[in-house]
């Protein structure tokens, strides 16, 4: 009988439970969007951020001061104490190394160059670079960390192989393809001289323009400096920056110093690097890690309002629809209550209506929800590759219908309140 | 069949033990009074009313439009609570009772009838009837239909009310009405909208109903149907003034 009940209601005033549902759907796609995006917009921003580079840098101990301007370091490439390449490896062993998503390691090197079939040597920078070096899972180097950079042609494979800065190929009068001598500067170590082709034009806006960039095997040929690298700049997925993440490990009661080292913060990472590489000094770059915690905090701010304000307006609308609702029916509640049924009982009758109408309009929202999520998420990170897959998170099933539950009884309740003050001699009275 | 079935008459209304205990003053008013607060101020529905109404005894209620025999009925049926003075049902003051209690209370011995059937539109005759189980204890279909065989509507079973004509509705409202086999029935003019013809079945099942001894109370403006009860209570502008002690019937049972 209760099961018969339920149906008629829902065949018979179709309209309204329409009217209700559609506000619960509305509602909960809303949330279930924003809550979608809000849990993989931490990642989305953090690739749209990875265009402005790196986020910990790395370097030598000794070095004091890091005078590199735009890519390449401007003090004497031969006087300074290196890092060792091999010992990168060790990023991949760190607490937080499945949240690096990028390792560029550089060498700078000075060098003479001349044009082919021209006697005259020219000065000249260069950096040695990985371009797209295995590393764990990641194919990373230079061009993952610099996606602004512009390439005509194709990066480096083979030692002998140069891309070469715009300005510097238009001093030199080369093109993709062409070939010119490189020899190393009279102050390094070893001496050397290679013919080398040129398969890439890069244009980035910076110092780069006017360098060479090579192989950082070939430009630890060049120095004379063997698994020598100069700096290594670091991209990892890390947890916005706040009060607790700026404090000084070493002054954290061991309790506090744990739980720091186990939070994603930049610094945490920095301090797990100089933890793993001998000799290394590293340092997070603030300004793109604050502003990307700003980002998100500022978007998730708003995604909650949006959602708290969806959420509110349908349980408006399914107030609405449900006081027209109870209200044709109050005839059959005096009758109810005249056979005896109690308030509970009949408020049950109605809960369930309700609430069979939540779950249902909740469980279409969260599917229209995480559509359009994903359809968003396209929008928003256009440009971003994967940006355009759907996202289908199971966990928000329950928290969605859940919602859907609360604002569809939140919303009932007033006016099933109503119905069962009223009289029932009253009712059956006035509904001769 | 068995003894038990040969006890129970027709419509299934078993001979009440009421009948044969000491007290039998099922309902019993002292000093009711139910006053409604309106627009125009407090309007007197039932002033100061005491009779009382001994098991298996049919009474009818009359009187002019307004003169609270619908106030009445409510009241003793438990949808409504006296303002003022004393109610006794089944020897139970209905004031000492939970807003709970008094519901369980009315499933258990009221059964309603009345003059606009308040069947549920969209359910068959049968399950209207096994509403009145659901919220009593739980449905069995084999025993509405029964009730519905015994009114005369075997053969209607799954019609729904805008299918019957109002004779069948209010048969459908009557088997309701005894489904769960409360000792008291309520109607309030049960034949006010019915033809002659149809009049004579409720009649017809009103008295079969007596018989089987439960106690009806009927609210008519219809001589014919007043005369078949055994004693007529006149209410008028919510006063009782005229109730003679119980009819011949009764005092035979006593
Ligand atoms: N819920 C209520 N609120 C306000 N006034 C009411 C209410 N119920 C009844 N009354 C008033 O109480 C008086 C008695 O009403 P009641 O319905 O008992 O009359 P009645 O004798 O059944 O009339 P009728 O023969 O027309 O059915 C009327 O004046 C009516 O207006
Ligand atoms: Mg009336």
Redesign the interface.
């Known amino acids: 009988?209760?099961f018969?009940?339920l149906m008629?209601s829902f065949?018979?005033q179709r309209r309204r439970k329409m009217l209700a549902g559609i506000a619960i759907l509305l509602g909960t796609t809303a949330v279930t969007a924003m809550l979608a995006l809000a849990t993989t917009i931490g990642d989305r921003i953090h690739k749209e951020l990875a265009v402005y580079g790196a986020n910990i840098v790395v370097y030598p101990k000794a070095d004091l001061l890091d005078v590199k301007v735009g890519g390449v370091d401007v003090k004497p490439a031969s006087g300074g104490v290196y890092l060792k390449e091999s010992d990168l490896q060790k990023l991949k062993a760190i607490f937080w190394a499945n949240n690096i998503t990028g390792v560029s390691p550089e060498l700078p090197v000075q060098f003479a160059v001349s044009r082919q079939g021209d006697e005259r040597l020219f000065p000249a920078k260069g950096v040695g670079y990985w371009f797209d070096h295995d590393f764990a899972s990641l194919k990373t180097g230079a061009p993952a960390l610099h996606p602004w950079w512009h390439l005509e042609g194709t990066w480096p494979s083979r030692s002998g192989d140069v891309v070469v800065g715009a300005n510097f190929a238009k001093q030199l009068g080369l093109k993709v393809g062409d070939r010119f001598r490189m020899q190393s500067a009279p102050g390094n170590v070893g001496s050397s001289s290679s013919t080398v082709n040129v398969v890439g034009i890069v244009t980035s806006g910076d110092e780069t323009d006017g360098a060479v960039l090579l192989p950082l095997q070939a430009a630890q040929t060049l120095v004379g400096a063997n698994d020598g690298v100069r700096r290594v700049e670091v991209s990892a997925r890390t947890k916005p920056e706040d009060a607790f993440a700026r404090k000084d490990p070493e002054t954290l009661s061991p309790k506090d110093h744990e739980i720091w080292y186990c939070r994603p913060y930049a610094n945490s990472i920095a301090y797990q690097i100089r933890e793993a590489i001998p000799g290394a000094q590293a340092e997070q770059v603030r300004r793109v890690e604050q502003s990307e915690g700003n980002v998100l905090n500022r978007i998730s701010g708003l995604m909650w309002l949006i959602s708290a304000a969806a959420l509110l307006a349908a349980g408006f609308a399914v107030s609405a629809a449900m006081a027209t609702a109870i209200l044709e029916r109050r005839?059959?509640i005096?009758?109810?209550?005249?056979?005896?049924?109690?308030?509970?009982?009949i408020a049950f009758l109605f809960y369930a209506e309700t609430g069979l109408l939540a779950v249902f309009a909740g469980t279409l929202g969260y599917l229209a929800g995480s559509g359009l999520a994903a359809w968003l998420g396209a929008r928003i990170f256009a440009g971003d590759g994967g940006a355009a897959e759907a996202v289908l998170i199971p966990v928000l099933l329950p928290v969605v219908v859940a919602l859907a539950l609360v604002v569809a009884i939140a919303g009932s309740t007033p006016s099933i309140r109503a119905a069962l003050r009223m009289?029932?001699?009253a009712i059956?009275?006035e509904?001769? | 069949m068995n003894e038990a079935k040969v006890q129970t008459g027709p419509l299934g209304g078993s001979l009440s033990e009421q009948t044969t205990r000491p007290d039998c003053a099922v309902i019993a008013l002292s000093h009711v009074t139910r006053e409604y607060s309106g627009h125009a101020g407090v309007v007197r529905a039932l002033a100061d009313a005491s009779f009382s109404i001994v098991a298996g005894e049919w009474v009818a209620i009359t009187g002019p439009s307004g003169s609270g025999k619908?106030?009445l009925v409510?009241l003793i049926?438990c949808?409504?609570r006296p303002t003022a003075g004393e109610l006794k049902i089944d020897n139970v003051d209905v004031a000492s009772m939970s807003?709970?209690e008094l519901?369980?209370?009315?499933?258990?011995k009221?059964g309603?009838i009345?003059?606009?059937f308040?069947l549920?539109p969209?359910?068959s005759a049968v399950?209207n009837v096994?509403?009145?189980?659901?919220?009593?204890s739980m449905?069995d279909e084999a025993e509405a239909r029964a009730a519905l065989d015994k009114v005369g509507l075997g053969s209607r079973i799954s019609h729904l009310p805008s299918e019957l004509s109002g004779g069948e509705q209010q048969r459908v409202c009557i088997a309701?009405a005894l489904i769960?086999h409360p000792p008291i029935l309520l109607a309030d003019e049960p034949t006010g909208n019915l033809d002659a013809a149809n009049q004579t079945i409720v009649a017809e099942l009103l008295q079969d109903l007596h018989r089987n001894g439960h106690t009806i109370v009927m609210v008519t403006h219809d001589p014919e149907m007043a005369g078949l009860a055994q004693r007529k209570i006149a209410l008028s502008h919510g006063k009782v003034f005229c109730h003679p002690v119980g009819g011949p019937m009764v005092t035979l049972r006593r």
Not at chain 1, 334 to 345: D, F, I, N, V
């Open positions: 009988m209760f018969r009940l008629e065949r018979r005839g059959e005096g009758l109810m209550r005249s056979l005896g049924a109690s308030k509970g009982a009289e029932p001699s059956l009275r509904d001769a | 619908s106030t409510n049926g949808l409504d807003a709970t519901d369980r209370f009315r499933a258990d009221i309603f009345f003059q606009q308040h549920i969209y359910l399950e096994m509403l009145a189980q659901y919220f009593h449905t309701r769960n």
